[in-house]
């Protein structure tokens, strides 16, 4: 079969990141451009910031991308972008810049959900072994997920209240640590031991997840030895959190790994880049005989290289957007 090429653009949060991916699979060229160091001055993402800079920065990303790779793009075979879910105002520059290209250069457009990119971003250096058990933890998203075949989604579980990555940037807040939280916390939590007694929450045999029990525990934890005028040991308390909070993850996955169905386990979203997390997981891999997918750290966090694998599946079966293509800030998780 003849190679395909596709260019892939991502532009749903704070991130402008464009690729070529061969076959799915092979990246040809890569680009990402991160606006942290902005947002992190305010604490969080802010959206109209964030739309402005995806603004300035999409045509420089566009011709480094070209730039860096012998792929020209009479030889790109379609054009993948994602379009939900995520900030809307970025969403849509990433959007009509992917539209213009196409109409441009006279190729099909393929419309890619980012949380299925994440999803995908374990194609780019394995093959995925159906059935496996997809748990995808991001900013936004807490999911468990069973997948018998590409585009074939089974939602198994979701957290009921915040997402992971969303607890771990509160707390990360709380403890006086720099936006994005995740990592932060993480490098804290490596000073420390689990010492402080947390809440178990969803102890019981559903697939769904709760945080923000954990989050408002710890907020009351510090608020309360603050009035007392008591020193808060933060990387215990750091160690503490991150150890309660892949806890469930832990618990949930071995419930669903527990009748043997699934020939892998892959982790997916930001969240998976937690050394931490990969390690508890690895091990509950090995314990069921399966192997476990993480995508490479690069390919964690947001990145249009797993937005290309995810095209790859949709171009094989000619499933094409419209001109009339538009940003959505929701979308679940669906089969296509
Ligand atoms: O997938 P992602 O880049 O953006 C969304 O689609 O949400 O995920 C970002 C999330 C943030 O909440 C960040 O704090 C978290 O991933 N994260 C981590 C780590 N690295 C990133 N959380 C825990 N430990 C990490 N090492
Ligand atoms: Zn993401």
Known sequence: MKDVYIFAIESSCDETSMAIVKNGK??????????????????????????????ENITMVFQETIAKSSISMDRIDAIAVTYAPGLLGSLLVGVEFAKTLALVYKKPLIAV???????????IDND????????????????????????????????????????????????GLQYPGGPNVERLALQGQPTYD?????????????????????INLVHNEQQRHHEIRKSDLACSFQTAAVDQLK???????????????????????SRYLRHEMEEIAI??????SVPDFKYCTDNAAMIGAAAYPLFLNHQFADFNLNAQSNLPITSK
């Open 251 to 273: 618990r949930k996955v071995k419930l669903a790994l527990k009748n043997g169905e699934y020939q892998e386990l892959i982790l997916a979203g930001g969240v998976s880049a």
């Open 113 to 123: 959900n980012h949380m299925i990119g994440h999803i995908y971003a374990n194609r």
């Open 287 to 292: 314990n069921h005989h399966i192997p476990l």
């Open 198 to 218: 947390l809440p178990k929450p969803l102890n019981d045999s559903s697939y769904n997840f709760s945080f923000s029990g954990l989050k408002s525990s710890i």
């Open 26 to 55: 092979e990246i040809e060229s890569f680009t990402v451009l991160t606006q942290m160091d902005t947002h992190a001055k305010f604490g969080g993402v802010v959206p109209e910031v964030a739309s402005r800079m995806h603004t």
């Open 128 to 175: 995925l072994k159906f059935p496996l058990l997809a748990l995808v933890v991001s900013g936004g998203h807490t999911d468990l997920i069973k997948m018998n075949k590409d585009y074939d989604f089974q939602i198994l579980g979701s957290t009921l209240d915040d997402a992971i990555g969303e607890a771990f940037d509160k707390v990360a807040r709380i403890l």
